[in-house]
């Protein structure tokens, strides 16, 4: 495991967005097709905001989520139409390599959604995992003290209990997200900083899930100054 800080918010969404560029011409250069998955919060969107063309084939990279609210198609509040506002409908990638989650209005029950979405997932390591990190700890929709995060066999699961709105959500499980060859968890702020410490230091998956999760070949923290402040200090 790696930490990088940055000194501001700013700074660090903008080394988000060329990194993920990066991972992408890299993948592809090796002939591969790019399996990345998205992650929400403001870190997230302000990096992919930033995104530009640069010398990748954005209509040759898949796109999964590690966490979706389960709501109507399009609603504000989905992950997968904030990132489409943001820089994929902005780059041209076409419907079909976008996976989102299934929506609360496509006629599944939450948990039938779970598990489709867990079929669509590819069988080879996603290339790519990023996760934001909550104050609680928490990543995708995986929360402290929940029974979710001690999931083994299911690799996406639903969530109807979630403690930030909406309650009904689908997320990835650890065996899911834990399949990457790249972890990168993207945090900003002072109130991240004592979830960002404990996942550093003795937090566990019942506590802090943050500290649950790493990559095959990386696992890398992208920080800014304040949510790096308590493991400065330790």
């Known amino acids: 495991m790696t930490t990088e800080v940055w000194p501001t918010a700013e700074e660090l969404a903008a080394v988000i967005a060329q990194r993920i560029t990066d991972k992408v011409a890299e993948v592809q250069r090796e002939g591969r097709t790019p399996t990345i998955v998205l992650t929400g919060g403001t870190i997230a969107i302000d990096a992919y905001e930033q995104i530009s063309g640069g010398d990748v084939d954005w209509t040759d990279v898949d796109f999964y989520w590690g966490d979706e609210r389960f709501v109507p198609a399009g609603d504000a509040d989905r992950n997968d139409r904030q990132a489409k506002d943001a820089f994929l409908d ?3 990638v076409p419907a079909d390599r976008i996976h989102a989650m299934p929506a609360a209005d496509g006629g599944l029950a939450i948990g039938e959604a779970a598990d489709r979405y867990a079929a669509e997932l590819p069988g080879e390591p996603f290339d790519l995992v990023l996760l934001g990190v909550g104050p609680d700890g928490h990543i995708a929709s995986l929360f402290p ?19 930030k709105p909406p309650p009904e959500r689908i997320s990835l499980t650890y065996p899911a997200l834990r399949n990457a060859q790249s972890v990168w968890l993207i945090v900003a702020g002072e109130g991240k900083a004592e979830a960002v410490a404990r996942a550093h230091a003795d937090g566990t998956i019942e506590d802090t899930p943050a500290s649950g999760v790493q990559g095959l070949a990386e696992t ?15």
Do not use: M
Not at 145 to 163: C, F, I, N, W, Y
Not at 220 to 234: F, H, K, M, N, Q
């Open 90 to 92: 902005r780059l041209g």
């Open 145 to 163: 003290g929940h029974p979710q995060v001690h999931e083994t066999k299911r690799l996406a699961v639903e969530v109807l209990d979630s403690p």
């Open 220 to 234: 890398v923290w992208l920080v800014d100054v304040p949510a790096s402040a308590l493991i400065v200090r330790r």
